[in-house]
């Protein structure tokens, strides 16, 4: 069955950078555009970023464009989400998603918060 694991989240200071990591299994990882969402305490979860099976194009929320950078690496059946200059308001928890025959399946998240 399709599994999601994110790692990487953690307490940072404004400015600061953290590394998110989503594992994938029980599906072919490399033929899946993947995702990575958050959602913030009394907000509905947001599209934070996106890529391609192949790696080639991604999309990015205009709240992170420039700051964050979504890759993966196919051999490792892993995304990423790298996020620098962290703000206050990037306090979230962090998913990522697959959408494989019309289901969406998610991972258990990963809280990030951005505090001094």
């Known amino acids: 069955q399709v599994q999601l694991v994110e790692s990487g989240g953690g307490l940072v200071q404004p400015g600061g950078s953290l590394r998110l990591s989503c594992a994938a299994s029980?599906?072919?990882?490399?033929?899946?555009?993947m995702s990575w969402y958050r959602q913030a305490p009394g907000k509905e979860r947001e599209l934070v970023a996106t890529?391609?099976?192949?790696?080639?194009?991604?999309n990015y929320a205009d709240s992170v464009k420039g700051r964050f950078t979504i890759s993966r690496d196919n051999a490792k059946n892993t995304v990423y989400l790298q996020m620098n200059t962290l703000k206050p308001e990037d306090t979230a928890v962090y998913y990522c998603?697959?959408?494989?025959?019309?289901?969406?399946?998610w991972g258990q998240g990963t809280q990030v918060t951005v505090s001094s």
């Open positions: 998603k697959v959408q494989k025959w019309g289901n969406d399946y």
């Open positions: 029980g599906f072919t990882f490399t033929s899946y555009p």
């Open positions: 890529i391609t099976s192949t790696g080639g194009s991604t």
